[in-house]
């Protein structure tokens, strides 16, 4: 099904009734945890590694659709980029 809106309609004898139904689209699911891979990479001075972070609902079940961010704690010591490598 799809949300929007429809007209349900009972007959019965050459009677009829009418209903009208409004269908909303759930709201999304909030992200619960956002899973991090490789979770801890060990790497040499100028080499570089690419992450994935997949969001989680909280079964753990992945959330699509979402926009990630990335952060560093030290720009020194490693440099982060939302476009990849």
Known sequence: MAAGA?????TCEKMSGAAAATVAAPAPLPVASVSVSPAA???TVGATVQLAATPLDASGTPLSGRV????????AVATVSGSGL
Do not use: F, G, N, Q
């Open 6 to 10: 429809a007209t349900i309609t009972a």
């Open 41 to 43: 990479p060990s790497l």
């Open 68 to 75: 990630v961010t990335w952060a560093t704690s030290s720009a």
